[in-house]
């Protein structure tokens, strides 16, 4: 298997000819089913038959057999054996030259997590087709490079418009938009899709159309925008299970959670769908940000007895932060001890963050970051920040500098936060004391004058949210107005139309210094602010949050 390209020098640089057509034709028909099966055993046969086909002396045509075996090493993410298969086509020509060869080398890459390497051979291409366009926005948008892939749609709109984007450069776009919150990008692909499919029949076509209209829901969920996201939601004549997962998780990360519970009830009981892990996954996340102990004691017992769905590291990780919150801290661990699975690092930084929140005492504190940092993981500098938090609360701060001497020791560094907005289509992204930005001089000036409003207004600064570096009291107080989300509500401030939401993405969560003066501007500059960050959304209005101050 290691060595599928038996080899080079076996392919011909002519396709067949005569009566061996038929069954060339009939072998790369078989390749391609193989392929397309989308099940391991049968891509590994496909390697193999292609192998074999082009191991015998009447080889078919590679342009017709590539694409089918590139395709099954995508699906096993069999980088080795598609590094192989691309030297075999860029001797015979074919990559970058032959544009759907080319296609299925931009997926394949893509699909080992090469998506740099994808791009290249994308840019490379001379025929781009709307395929090529399309595998390429799908190729960063998969791999976690959302603005790049919102990026190349946009070059697309500009460089080719003899190419109409269809559903599939549609819903990669949507999904782009969801994770980047670029909601005004997203309510352009929406309308674009209206368009295409034309103005007669297109309500109707993207109404029946679940998988577009599933990533509707999210992105719109996932945007701020949850009130679209029901309307999309209502109006769908027909609904699968990710449908209703999709709802029921955006109420709950939006702080509606009775609205979650409720649709949760209407699906199993009402409409007779049955619930998966996922499901309660979203059921659980709402009992935790509700506050809902005995509610979720419920699910988590009717998921396992009722629809007998055997708990994953997620549930317990639900479970867990739902009693660690509600200073149920012995109870939370009882359900540790009971899992059917290792706790993982998150787990018990869940339990770490409990006992800052809730002062359960720097002995319990200390106990849980042990446990925390004796688990493998790549996101040991989060255990080490929330213990620093513990130590600030309790004012030692000899300790707090201990704490960063050892993540420096070990080489460790705080995962540094940033905060994105999008304004005009186009997303501009800060972190703490950034001052890239084209339009820094004036932000900066208008953070002074949020800041003296807020002073005025009687806001004290919460010095235990302060950078570890930070020495004493008064650069405490100027690295907290240097947070991210603060440069982002400050361009938001400056640049948005009156009346318009703020909108704003953090990729951590909230400090509890900048939840507070969030509250307060939403307040004295009459300006609805909508923050979603790694755990949740927050919707500020007249001086309070939807979080309830429970987050």
């Not at 640089?13 to 193989?34: E, F, H, I, K, Q």
């Not at 619930?275 to 509700?290: D, E, K, R, Y």
């Not at 009722?306 to 549930?315: K, M, N, S, V």
């Not at 200390?366 to 790549?378: G, Q, R």
Request: charged content about 25%.
């Amino acid at each position: 298997m290691r060595c599928l390209a038996a080899s080079a020098s076996s392919l011909p640089a002519a396709p067949p000819r005569g009566a061996d057509a038929n069954a060339d034709r009939s072998s790369v028909n078989l390749l391609r089913s193989l392929a397309r099966a989308r099940r391991a055993d049968l891509s590994h046969r496909a390697l193999l038959l292609f192998r074999s086909l082009h191991s015998s002396p009447s080889p078919p045509p590679a342009r017709y057999s590539l694409p089918a075996a590139l395709s099954a090493a995508a699906f096993l993410g069999a980088l080795p054996e598609g590094r192989q298969l691309h030297a075999l086509a860029a001797k015979l020509g074919l990559a970058p030259a032959h544009t759907v060869v080319a296609n299925s080398l931009v997926h394949l890459y893509a699909s080992c997590g090469r998506p740099g390497r994808a791009l290249a051979i994308f840019r490379r291409t001379p025929d781009r087709s709307l395929v090529s366009w399309n595998t390429a926005v799908d190729a960063l948008a998969g791999n976690g490079d959302h603005l790049g892939a919102l990026d190349l749609f946009r070059e697309m709109q500009r460089d080719r418009p003899d190419l109409a984007p269809d559903a599939y450069t549609v819903q990669s776009v949507l999904g782009a938009c969801a994770a980047a919150g670029a909601l005004s990008l997203g309510l352009y692909a929406h309308a674009l899709l209206l368009r295409e499919l034309g103005a007669a029949e297109a309500g109707a076509a993207v109404s029946r159309d679940v998988l577009i209209n599933n990533s509707l829901v999210d992105l719109y969920g996932k945007c701020g925008a949850l009130d679209l996201a029901r309307q999309v939601f209502d109006r769908m004549p027909d609904r699968d299970l990710a449908t209703w997962n999709a709802m029921v998780l955006a109420l709950a990360n939006h702080g509606r959670v009775r609205d979650s519970l409720g649709l949760f009830d209407r699906m199993t009981r009402a409409e007779g769908v049955a619930p998966n892990a996922i499901t309660f996954v979203a059921v659980l996340s709402a009992c935790s940000h509700g506050g809902l102990v005995e509610e979720g004691r419920r699910y988590f017992a009717a998921m396992v007895g009722e629809y007998g769905i055997r708990p994953r590291i997620e549930h317990y990780g639900c479970m867990v932060d739902i009693l660690a919150r509600a200073g149920l801290i012995e109870e939370a661990l009882d359900i540790v001890a009971g899992m059917n699975c290792r706790p993982d690092s998150i787990i018990w930084r869940s339990l770490l963050d409990a006992c800052c929140k809730r002062n359960a005492g720097l002995e319990l504190s200390e106990a849980m970051a042990k446990l925390a940092l004796d688990v493998p993981d790549d996101a040991v500098s989060g255990v080490y920040v929330l213990l620093s938090r513990v130590y600030a609360s309790a004012q030692r701060w000899n300790d707090v500098g201990m704490i960063r001497r050892l993540m420096s020791e070990d080489g460790f560094k705080k995962e540094p936060g940033f905060s994105s907005i999008e304004m005009d289509g186009s997303v501009h992204q800060f972190v703490a004391g950034d001052t890239s930005h084209p339009q820094s001089e004036e932000i900066y000036e208008k953070l002074d004058e949020i800041q003296q409003r807020l002073i005025c207004a009687g806001y004290k600064p919460d010095l235990s949210e302060a950078p570890m570096v930070a020495d004493i009291d008064r650069t405490k107080g100027a690295t907290l107005r240097l947070h991210s989300e603060r440069l982002a509500i400050s361009f938001g401030l400056l640049n948005g139309t009156p009346g318009a939401p703020i909108r704003i993405l953090k990729n951590l969560r909230v400090c509890k210094d900048c939840h507070t003066i969030s509250k307060l501007i939403s307040k004295l500059y009459n300006v609805e602010i909508i923050v979603r960050d790694r755990i949740r959304f927050h919707h500020f209005k007249d001086g309070s949050c939807s979080c309830k101050d429970y987050w």
